[in-house]
């Protein structure tokens, strides 16, 4: 079963189904076909796929239940894949994928084909073990085709196919591990909220001999509300920004105190090569990255930015900005409290603009105690055997819109790990890593009928 | 005379010597010869052509007093001219010049080819008035052709020619009167230091969901650090910035509390169409320009700057910054401030380059008290037949260069107008304003004899 899974696998890399890149429509449909052609073959008895636009080609599945009572779950992930650049940096053309060692390597490798072919793998494994013609619960799949997109047209599908979608509870497949040797279930994602931030002060930029200390410089106002951005100890400056971050219990951070951390390994991994930690006191690196929210600088724009120097007073100066948030925070609440904080810092002679990129991805987490997320870790722990501890995911994903919109409770199962170069040159899987993956999805499935409760 | 000195100056203009364009070069060595030409068809006796590098060409030239005891004057001017961009802006070809009620409009006809043609003139007066075959002061022109570069082999010029350069007072033609009917002796410069600073975090930008919160980011540290530069109250924080400036005189405040200042025609035509005034408490907006110093961000650049959003924290942070100086600010010890200064500022994990753009440029004043000072005031009183104030410059030029060096007094004889539209795209001379700084350069020529001593 695990050769004809690689072998399965690596035709589905080939697809380059880079969503973002009109180029590659095409090619999306192309991964559509591919995934509901092998559904077909593994025996789904129901496949559609949802390509009359707006959004990118989806896939949706189902397979009823053995017993039409048993509760229904909805597998999420997505068949899309970032874009390749920088190309010159691969080892291997990212579509021709090649095995090192226990690694399967090739875009989309990781994120998300592999986690999605583990879930086909699983419910293999699932009728095999039980012997069953059918699974223990009725499994519908649903794999987008525009997540490295933000998911534009996730509500829309979610409000298109509300029947087809019907479910008990959801499992999110585009999750990581903490480490090989420490594995984890994810219990949330950080939202995060993205905008620009524009100073105008005249109209030209200004020789700075003729005007320089009698007119208002944009870029020294902007660097002041920025640094305002945050108090002296690192906290964020933003009034009300907390009032509504949900703390940690004291059980989930003893969870990730016992996850092994080690410092320069993660700086050298996660953290771009940095130089040192930084950050909020009182909180840990983890912490910080999984239940604490953020104000990032994510580009800074102002007047001359070329060789040497040019004397002048800038017209503009524009920050990206970028917030991640934490339940129960809601985007929309932050970018009020930006654009009061914007109005109260924009000086006298500069005149300010705020916009946002689009509405923000909600944050999202389910509680440890949680029957269906205590389920998961117990069916990963039979899998791996071993202690499987919770953790967090400190990006942003669709699980909150998946959530509200169905109205049911989320659960993360994957089986990548974070170093797995998404999003990057060279991207891998750890296939043995996927293949437990699927085993605890397989346990996962024959378990879910005696512990949730419809 | 006036319609001679005219058709002259515009067949200067008619050669486009852009000294900071290699594909000019050729131009600005024509520039020098059509000058040296000029000066030979007006009677001196002695002209030079210094052409044998670094510097592009200078033009040199001494014609000796009637009385061989009198002093000796030396005129600073230049004949390179600024680049044109944007022509599509020009409303005539730059370098074919046009006549327009009493002005005459093309790049050099005020910075500075139209004053160094004024004091061509003022010699020709000097001597129809005087009836001498020879001028009462012993008159000495340096006309150099890198001042649009930033004069960069000015200091070899002056080593390599020292004995062609001893003088007893300079006359510096580069410099502005306050307003058409606010005729102005500038009495100073401000200096200029230049340079920039980045700050290293990590070695590649790194996804904000992934790190942020637990590792520094420069583009916020360099915000911190750009807003520390000044205090609340808008004084620069440098520690000792302010140690070496002299404040100007009660009588000098008063002369410039004296000229006319109309807010909002100062904000269009100096101040880019800023929306208002700012600066530094205590002062006047002329005050603040001409002798307050400053610190003004030139330039912002740091992570994504496209359009949308990229939720990265960059890995580099840069500021371009400069300081406007005042006497007696040195630039090298305002160097060494700046260099502690971000030293302190640097947060762990991140690390720090200050690099500066050539060792800076020293400012200069000379006071109004100065004989020779009063006594171009007074020549320029007699010719323009009107009170006339002493003022000062805001931006910079090699006057503290040319003082240091030649250790003598310099004063700043012309008779352009702040807008006049240097730099800019159609650079104009009001014509009459330049026949009366002739008039006024001949008679300062006429009595400095009597007010000189040597």
Redesign the interface.
């Known amino acids: 079963m695990s050769d004809s899974f690689v072998a399965g696998l690596r035709e589905w890399i080939k697809i380059p189904s880079i969503g973002v890149d009109p180029a590659h429509r095409v090619d999306v449909q192309r991964s559509a076909e591919w995934l509901a052609a092998q559904l077909s073959e593994d025996g789904w008895p129901e496949i559609q796929i949802w390509d009359h636009g707006p959004a990118l080609p989806a896939v949706y599945a189902c397979w009823p239940a053995v017993d039409p009572q048993a509760p229904t779950v909805l597998v999420y992930g997505h068949h899309d894949v970032q874009p390749v650049d920088p190309l010159d940096r691969w080892h291997h053309p990212p579509f021709e994928p090649v095995t090192s060692g226990d690694e399967l390597r090739g875009r989309g490798a990781s994120d998300d084909k592999g986690q999605v072919a583990m879930h086909l793998l699983a419910v293999k494994a699932h009728l095999a073990a039980t012997g069953q013609n059918a699974p223990s619960v009725t499994l519908k799949l649903f794999v987008e085709g525009e997540e490295e997109s933000g998911s534009p047209h996730l509500r829309k599908l979610l409000e298109d196919h509300r029947q087809d979608l019907v479910c008990d509870l959801v499992v999110f497949t585009d999750t990581a591990l903490h480490e090989r040797d420490a594995p984890t279930v994810n219990t949330g994602q950080?939202g995060?909220l993205?905008?620009?931030i524009t100073f105008f002060?005249?109209?030209?930029?200004?020789?700075?001999?003729?005007?320089?200390?009698?007119?208002?410089?944009p870029?020294?106002a902007?660097?002041?509300l920025?640094?305002?951005?945050?108090s002296d100890d690192g906290r964020i400056a933003l009034p009300g920004f907390y009032e509504d971050v949900r703390e940690p219990s004291t059980q989930e951070r003893a969870d990730y105190a016992e996850l092994p951390f080690d410092e320069q390994k993660w700086?050298a991994h996660?953290?771009?090569?940095?130089?040192?930690?930084?950050?909020?006191p009182g909180y840990t690196?983890l912490e910080?990255?999984w239940v604490?929210?953020?104000a990032?600088?994510?580009?800074?724009?102002?007047?001359?930015?070329g060789p040497?120097?040019?004397?002048?007073?800038?017209?503009t100066?524009?920050?990206?900005i970028?917030f991640?948030l934490v339940p129960d925070q809601l985007p929309e609440k932050v970018a009020d409290q930006l654009r009061e904080f914007v109005a109260k810092h924009t000086?006298?002679?500069?005149?300010a603009e705020v916009s946002f990129?689009g509405e923000g991805v909600p944050p999202y987490a389910i509680s440890p105690d949680d029957p269906a997320n205590a389920t998961v870790k117990e069916a990963m722990e039979l899998a791996f055997d071993q202690p499987v501890r919770f953790a967090r995911?400190?990006?942003?994903g669709p699980a909150a819109v998946l959530q509200a919109w169905l109205g049911v409770p989320l659960v993360y199962l994957g089986a990548t790990l974070?170093d797995d170069r998404v999003?990057a040159p060279n991207e891998r899987v750890v296939v043995p890593l996927l293949l437990k993956g699927a085993e605890a999805a397989a346990h996962l499935w024959r378990m879910l009928p005696e512990r949730l409760t419809r």
């Not at 990032?296 to 930015?305: M, P, Q």
């Not at 100066?317 to 990206?320: D, E, F, L, R, V």
């Open positions: 950080r995060v993205g905008g620009e002060g005249g109209a030209d930029d200004v020789h700075s001999g003729r005007a320089g200390g009698a007119i208002p410089n870029a020294t902007l660097a002041k920025i640094a305002a951005l945050h700086l996660n953290g771009g090569g940095a130089q040192a930690l930084a950050g909020e690196t910080r990255i604490r929210p953020t990032e600088v994510n580009g800074l724009s102002s007047g001359y930015t040497g120097l040019k004397t002048i007073i800038p017209a100066a524009t920050a990206k970028s991640r000086p006298p002679g500069i005149r990129r995911a400190g990006g942003s974070p999003h």
